[in-house]
């Protein structure tokens, strides 16, 4: 595993080794779009890596805003990660059920609120079930602990920052969102939130940079993927998808290919169509 990857990912072989260490904790960010009917904290419940806490994005999140799982204040996150125990100086492994879709939105807002020893698990819960297959049930609980939040505005882009790049290119907008869903072919999975994109966007679809096992895909496969889609990696890039969660995966890919240069737009196209933005169906 490369440098910029081990900072990233952790193995199951490394995850099964350290999950008795006092300083780790590791969550479970299983998240599920409703049309899925799927439930994350229930899958949680039901079968679990042992010791995982469970995450939810959608309580760890802005209580007083419409659109979804928006970033919360620092103050309320440290509140809501001291009441699951996590504290300061710990290292956190992040995992989901499908591999790689969840998790990364998990990774960033731990990043985005000051923590750097923040790590996800290689291939997520697939891939532990196939290397490992210890699992437990049930929820679980530790003591609450110190945590502070050190926010970091640099790693988020608003509703300003996206129709300045849009208007003037300081920086390019990639949609992370499946190319039907960015073409405006398919529909949206929110209800009253139409389909299509900004004008101007670039489209990665987040599928493309991940394989169906549910690993990130390799440096010269990112690399590719992205650049195929006219995205120059040279320049600022401001990550988007539907509301905020597969957009971090390609905030993901640009750690791991050394791009410093990218915020994520944590509204994303929830709130740019409801803001009333310019939408554009088609190539």
């Known amino acids: 595993m490369s440098d910029k990857r081990s900072c990233c990912f952790v193995t199951s072989e490394w995850l099964a080794a350290h999950l008795d260490a006092p300083d780790v904790v590791v969550l479970d960010a299983s998240w599920y779009l409703e049309i899925t009917k799927r439930d994350g904290h229930a899958e949680y419940l039901e079968e679990h890596i042992p010791g995982a806490l469970y995450f939810d994005i959608d309580d760890v999140a802005d ?11 620092p103050e309320v996150f440290s509140s809501k990660m001291r ?7 710990q290292k956190i492994i992040v995992y989901d059920g499908n591999g790689l879709v969840s998790a990364p939105r998990v990774w960033w807002t731990f990043r985005t609120m000051g923590v750097t020893d923040v790590a996800i698990l290689e291939g997520g819960l697939l891939k532990w079930d196939d290397d490992q297959g210890r699992f437990e049930s049930g929820a679980e609980t530790r003591t609450e602990r110190h945590f502070t939040s050190r926010f970091n ?12 790049a849009l208007a003037t290119g300081s920086a390019q907008v990639v949609d992370t969102r ?6 405006g072919e ?3 999975p929110r209800e009253g939130v139409p389909s299509g994109h900004m004008p ?5 679809p987040f599928t493309d940079l991940v394989t169906p096992m ?4 390799s440096d010269e496969e990112l690399r590719a993927a992205i650049e195929k889609a006219g995205v120059d990696l040279s320049k600022p890039i401001i990550c988007s998808c539907g509301s905020g969660v597969t957009a971090a995966v390609l905030t993901l890919a640009l750690s791991v290919l ?4 990218n915020t994520l737009y944590d509204g994303s196209w929830t709130e740019w169509v409801r803001a009333g933005g310019e939408r554009v169906v088609g190539p």
Do not use: Q, W, Y
């Not at 505005?153 to 300045?164: E, I, K, P, S, Y």
């Open 200 to 204: 101007g966007a670039f489209n990665v």
């Open 83 to 89: 009441k699951l125990g996590i504290g300061d100086g």
């Open 153 to 164: 505005a640099g790693m988020v882009a608003d509703l300003d920052d996206v129709h300045r």
């Open 214 to 217: 549910g690993c990130l895909r």
């Open 258 to 261: 050394g791009h410093r240069d």
């Open 63 to 73: 209580a007083d805003t419409t659109l979804p799982h928006m970033l919360p204040r």
């Open 178 to 183: 499946s190319e039907g869903r960015f073409l």
């Open 186 to 188: 398919k529909p949206e």
